[in-house]
């Protein structure tokens, strides 16, 4: 990707921007993000089909944030992550300058958010088809047989919170976990403390999660964490006709109402 | 006590797992479950696997459970009743198939929980295991332990240590009294040392870098801004701190219904924003970096300066769990190096 590192360089020079978030090496053959703050390191940057993190979840961090305006590697989950983030206000135009990754591996840059929102709408965003496999076979369970599946899964969780800190939209800086005066849910990663953070948390990301699926791959103990939102997605598309990250101007779905809405007890 | 070296048959290992267990032992080993090697219970050695460099979480979890209640409370109008967890009730284990960096391990938590208060129930936990490790032939990128005092043989730490040689039978090093014991009640299946030369079948791991040195470079360290460069790609979840071998913080919590309810002990990790916050909402440690110095200088700086102990072993599983390759050894050189 020389393209690539030429044009980091050329906005770390101009001072368009402070840092370049991209994948570098990693160790035993791993790739991982690397922040290019001098034109220099731009040489550190690489792309190929290895490079799969979630990159937008820097954008949120507070070392990062104050570095100064960001220039950013974004294949398609990550030009969704900040677009749906943009829609909850935690981003504007002005703080990210979107270093575009085409499905094909090429460069592509775009003037400010609306540009990206249409070249997204030309993408396939959904699922994979062996995504959608992983879901149909859930959905094919019983629910006793749901449960049997999920308690087996979750006996594994150790609360490491991987999953939310690996998520772009778990941005908060206090997580309803975090609420212990009183202890909203239970701390410990017992059957209870396990099914309600999980729970807790797929209802949170209902109309957010734009499957990326960093939550599952960062799941040190392999729990595929990421079916519960990616279901989730399904049934937002199903019910509201509403996919998350293609929007920057998108309203909030959980927490705003329109009048054609299939539920009607809140008039 | 010294080193005794006896021959250990695999036929007489198969059989020693299933006396150990009609014993009454509770028996944990290795197992490949899906994608992960894990500690759990085994019935036979058939169940265990020895084919895996380290198991993804530490087996620590047996004298340090992620969950551990402390005392069942009541309030009723007699006044309020407690009672503490019955350390009699704890079960026999044995944890066969731990690596000598996981027995290592144990020293490191055993100072930690001795350090001023006595903490009864890991002591009592370990009381009632027994340690016998098996020595690594295999290794891979990760595994540094010759670089923080271990050894792919290292008998520290393990009550016994099983080194399998050519054929499959072990060499059994009887390290402790509580190894001596076993040996002893068991003595029909431990023969004559078969004289072997232990580091022909021993992985080999080449030292990364100079541990003291680094000890005494960590203690004027705190200001550096390597930690800042360091964490940046850090998000700060607790993966490393939970599966690492010698990462002992814990959060107490009581779960209560109106009248009655546990005090329980979780694990931790100093690497959440909500480790440090005090009651005024003040937090000495704000941001990832410093978050991410209290991981390294606490192993590196701190245990060492109190308690003697490096509070790391080098079995690497912090670096392969970690979702955005935070890789420990290689920071550690690279602070030697800045």
């Known amino acids: 990707m020389d393209e690539l590192k030429q044009k980091a360089k050329e906005l770390l020079e101009k001072q368009q921007v402070a840092v370049i978030i991209g994948y570098a090496e990693g160790t035993a053959g791993r790739t991982r993000a690397v922040f290019a703050l001098k034109p220099e390191d731009s040489e550190k940057l690489i792309f190929d089909e290895r490079c799969k993190q979630n990159l937008a979840v820097y954008l949120m961090k507070h070392e990062v944030k104050h570095l100064g305006r960001r220039g950013i590697v974004a294949t398609i989950p990550v030009m969704r992550s900040i677009l749906q983030v943009a829609s909850e206000y935690q981003l504007t135009e002005a703080d990210v300058h979107v270093l575009g990754i085409t499905p094909e591996g090429k460069l592509i840059e775009f003037d400010g958010f609306k540009p990206m929102e249409h070249w997204l709408s030309g993408q396939d965003v959904g699922l994979s088809a062996g995504e959608k496999d992983e879901l149909a076979k859930l959905d094919g369970m019983s629910m006793e047989e749901k449960w049997a599946y999920w308690k087996d899964e979750l006996s594994r969780c150790i609360k490491c919170y991987a999953c939310r800190a690996a998520c772009p939209m778990c941005y908060c800086i206090r997580c309803f976990v975090e609420s212990n005066r009183p202890q909203w849910i239970p701390i410990a990663a017992n059957d209870l403390g396990s099914f309600e953070w999980h729970i807790l948390r797929a209802m949170h990301l209902a109309g957010r999660c734009i499957n990326c699926g960093e939550c599952g791959r960062a799941c040190p103990v392999d729990i595929p964490i990421h079916l519960l939102t990616f279901k989730g997605v399904m049934d937002v598309e199903a019910d509201f006709g509403v996919t998350a990250g293609l929007d920057a101007g998108m309203e909030s779905l959980l927490s705003s109402f329109k009048p054609n809405d299939k539920e009607n007890f809140i008039r | ?338």
Not at chain 2, 209 to 224: D, R, S, T
Not at chain 2, 258 to 286: A, M, Q, Y
């Open chain 2, 1 to 338: 006590m010294e080193i005794e070296r006896k021959l250990l048959k695999r036929s007489s290992l198969e059989r020693l797992v299933d006396m150990m267990r009609s014993d009454g032992n509770m028996i944990y080993a290795p197992q490949k479950k899906e994608t992960q090697v894990v500690f759990d219970t085994i019935e036979t050695f058939a169940d265990m696997t020895e084919d895996y460099i380290v198991s993804n979480q530490s087996p620590k979890f047996v004298a340090f459970p992620k969950i551990e209640k402390i005392l069942d409370f009541s309030i009723s109008q007699e006044g309020i009743r407690q009672e503490g967890t019955q350390l009699a009730a704890f079960p026999p284990v044995v944890v066969l198939g731990c690596r000598p960096c996981d027995a290592d391990g144990f020293d490191s938590l055993t100072a930690i929980f001795n350090w001023d208060y006595k903490d009864e129930l890991y002591n009592e936990r370990l009381k009632r295991t027994t340690l016998i490790s098996i020595s690594c032939a295999q290794k891979d990128d990760y595994c540094f332990c010759t670089s923080v005092k271990g050894h792919p043989g290292s008998t520290r730490g393990s009550d016994i240590l099983l080194t399998r040689f050519d054929g499959g039978d072990y060499l059994a090093e009887i390290v402790t009294e509580k190894g001596k014991a076993l040996t002893e009640k068991y003595a029909a299946l431990f023969e004559a040392d078969p004289g072997i030369e232990k580091d022909k079948f021993l992985a080999e791991v080449k030292p990364r870098f100079e541990v003291e040195g680094l000890v005494q470079k960590c203690m004027g360290m705190f200001e550096h801004p390597v930690w800042i460069e360091q964490s940046l790609r850090c998000i700060g979840c607790g993966a490393c701190a939970y599966v690492c071998p010698t990462c002992a913080c814990f959060d107490i919590q009581d779960e209560a219904a109106v009248s009655k309810g546990e005090r329980i002990r979780c694990w931790d990790s100093c690497g959440f924003g909500l480790f440090t916050i005090h009651t005024s909402g003040h937090n000495p440690r704000e941001v990832q970096s410093q978050r991410w110095r209290q991981r390294v200088l606490h192993k590196f700086s701190y245990m060492p300066e109190r308690l003697g102990v490096i509070g790391c072993v080098g079995c690497g599983r912090c670096s392969r769990a970690c979702p955005v390759d935070m890789n420990l050894s290689e920071h550690l050189i690279n602070i030697a190096e800045v």
